[in-house]
Each structure stands twice: as structure tokens, then as C-alpha cells.
């Protein structure tokens, strides 16, 4: 998951999913079949290539530049790790404190306050995976 482009895809699912008009304008615009594929490609059970996940990425871009949008941009997360856990001397019950890419593609991370319930992966098309802190 090292290779650049993931964050890419992060940014794409996410303004899919939170914009769901985005999938027509795509369309719209003539990227349908890469937007499919690279649904698909992220998707699978085999591991994609970095490679080819990029070149969809940047035909998609093209596409949203073509209809006056601005390409994706990147950002970078702070992923939270399996052993993370809450300060000593706090205890609770594990706590979801956020969702994350359910197929471990990508490096997406969606806060509790970013979202009114669990939000969706559009490329594995179900629920992101709970992030819960366990107390120690």
C-alpha cells in the first residue's frame, strides 16, 4: 500500500461517496469504462497493479478537467494501527473512533464527525470497516 497512488483512490472513493452525482458526471464525460474498471481492479481478491490503478486514475482526472472540475488532489492520512489503545489508567468498552477501507486498499479514513452513520466503500460496495480503540 506504499505506492502513491492509494491516496489517490482514497480521494476518489471518498467524493463518490459522498457525492454520488460524481459516478454520472464521470460517465457523462466519457470515463464510464474506467471508472468501471477501476472499481473493479480495487475490488478483486487479487492484489491490483499499482501501475494500472494509476493510469485509470489519471484518465478519470482527464475526464473531470474536460467537464470543469478540478482533478484529485492528494492528502494524507493518519492511519490508525490494530494496537492502538486508549491512554492508562482510562478504561471503556472499544469505541469505534472512525471507519476505514474495508479491503485495505487504499488509506481512506472517515471520522465519526465527517459522517452521520457508517459510511460506504463505493469500489468494494459495502460498509468501510469500524477502527475501535480497545482499552488496555
Known amino acids: ?7 489517490r483512490v482514497a480521494v476518489l472513493c471518498a467524493q ?19 471508472l468501471a474498471s477501476l ?8 492484489d491490483p ?4 490503478i494509476a493510469d485509470l486514475v489519471d484518465e478519470i482526472e482527464r475526464v473531470l478537467r474536460s467537464v470543469g472540475l478540478g482533478s484529485l488532489s492528494t492528502r494524507s492520512f493518519l492511519t490508525p494501527t490494530a494496537e ?22 487504499c488509506p481512506r479514513v472517515v471520522l465519526p464527525e465527517e459522517t452521520a452513520g457508517s ?11 469500524p477502527y ?4 488496555r
Open 1 to 7: 500500500m506504499g505506492h502513491p497512488v492509494w491516496e
Open 16 to 34: 463518490l461517496s459522498d457525492r454520488p452525482q460524481l459516478r454520472r458526471i464521470i460517465e457523462d464525460g466519457g470515463g464510464g469504462a474506467e
Open 39 to 46: 472499481l473493479e481492479a480495487i475490488g478483486s481478491a487479487d
Open 49 to 52: 497493479r499499482p501501475e494500472r
Open 84 to 105: 492502538s489503545t486508549l491512554p492508562p489508567g482510562m478504561t471503556a468498552r472499544p469505541t469505534t473512533v472512525g471507519w476505514t477501507c474495508p479491503l485495505a486498499r
Open 119 to 129: 459510511p460506504a466503500c463505493v469500489a468494494g460496495d459495502s460498509r468501510m470497516r
Open 132 to 135: 475501535r480503540i480497545h482499552p
